[in-house]
């Protein structure tokens, strides 16, 4: 078959739009390959990648999604369709990340290699990122931020530092002394006995106990 402008024969032709198909043209003549690629780039506006421009941009102008899918969907026809296991952990993770766990942690919870991808889903489906979407945590101790996790840990950041930790253990832990030692009196005054002295302590002072001792004992003797 012969080239339609240099009349030459060719085995290979190539089915050239008069009008670009991406301007809705539809009638082709065949070139050969020579004048197929000089009838594109010797005018810029039939350039191929002017060409696929505006092509692309038409179809993407009608809904058509290009390219492939992102996680959780799959293309039938260019449109996209859900596919609801992916759609399951996707929300998964969101639900995790607002619970506080960081994303390497949600990475290795949910079988994916890459951390990025992880924060790419979660941007995705909330239009936040992990960072923004993550509950800012509060020190327990003493109200300001605490961060976020960081390294291999699930649990959220309690306390904004060491010291605040610290804190906060020994009040919890004085708290529970006071409720233990609460309405101790002293066997010699009567007087309450302070929550600082040891658990199994009779008296408020030393002097009572010695005291309450020798009102005992030394009665005692001079009976004898």
Known sequence: MNCWECEKESAHLHDHHVVPRSRGGTKTVPLCQLCHSKAHHRNKSMSTSQLTKEGLARRKAEGYILGAPPYGYTKQNGVLIEIPEEQAIIARAVELRKGGMNIAAIARELGFTYR????????????????????????????????????????????????????????????????????????????????????????????????????????????E
């Open 116 to 223: 990025s991808k992880v924060n790419r889903l979660i941007e995705r489906a909330t239009g936040e990122t992990g960072e923004e979407l993550a509950k800012e945590n509060i020190c327990l101790y003493c109200n300001k931020p605490a961060g976020h996790s960081t390294g291999s840990t699930k649990r959220r950041r309690k306390f904004c530092s060491e010291k605040c930790g610290h804190a906060f253990r020994y009040n919890k832990k004085m708290a529970m002394v006071r409720e233990e030692r609460a309405d101790r009196n002293c066997l010699y005054c009567n007087a309450e006995i302070a929550i600082d002295r040891h658990k199994g302590t009779l008296y408020c002072t030393t002097k009572c106990g010695n005291n309450h001792y020798r009102s005992r004992v030394v009665p005692e003797k001079k009976q």
